[in-house]
């Protein structure tokens, strides 16, 4: 099973999340819609992930701030991550949208963005990385994030780094096959 976890203003059922899903249905992607409370996403996400692996292999591919989760869940459980253009410093790159009225792309819908969400950031971050649980997608058009960032802290995990692009990263399907190859070989290892 493949827990896609979405970024930052996101929803479970955007394009990149029906990408995945036709891609991999071998694999079988689940896609929540989460919270944009730090705390409340990872609780969620932490209660999904034990109810799937009492059954079966569970696999996290995280997108932006969806890829900071799934850094810190693949460390808490040890299970596999794939992380596509992955914001490894959010309470950074999150800073700009404290205080707005910021809109969810899924209904429109407006939050505020506070200082105790960015706190709540900082408790997920992970130093110490595992590399061969990690597969890195990034292109280096994200005009969002700074690629370098997340290529210098996954330095030792497989990567694949893209010309061009942007923040959804451009082409997703074209790599499909290079996502199903880190998943079979990490099924091999397990």
């Known amino acids: 099973m493949i827990i ?15 990408i995945l899903k036709e891609g991999l249905i071998k694999f079988g992607v689940i896609s929540p819609s989460l919270s944009y409370i730090p705390d409340l996403a990872i609780d969620t996400l932490k209660q999904l992930i034990n109810s799937y692996l009492k059954y079966e292999k569970v696999y996290l591919i995280g997108s932006s701030l969806g890829g900071y989760y799934a850094l810190y ?38 939050f505020e963005w506070n200082l105790k969400h960015l706190k709540q950031l ?22 969002i994030l700074n690629y370098k960032e997340a290529v210098r802290k996954l330095k030792d995990s497989q990567q694949l780094i893209r010309e061009g ?24 290892n397990t």
């Open 165 to 188: 692009g942007n923040h959804r990263f451009d082409n997703l399907e074209n790599e499909i096959i290079s996502i199903k190859k880190f998943l079979e070989k990490s099924l091999l």
């Open 73 to 110: 869940l693949s460390d808490y459980f040890q299970i596999p991550a794939i992380l596509i253009n992955s914001s490894l410093n959010p309470s950074s790159s999150l800073k700009k949208y404290l205080g707005n009225k910021n809109i969810n792309y899924y209904d429109n819908s407006t």
């Open 122 to 143: 900082r408790k997920y971050n992970i130093q110490n990385i595992n590399s061969n649980l990690y597969l890195l997608l990034t292109q280096k058009g994200d005009e």
């Open 4 to 18: 896609y976890i979405h970024g930052f203003s996101s929803h479970g059922i955007s394009c990149k999340a029906k």
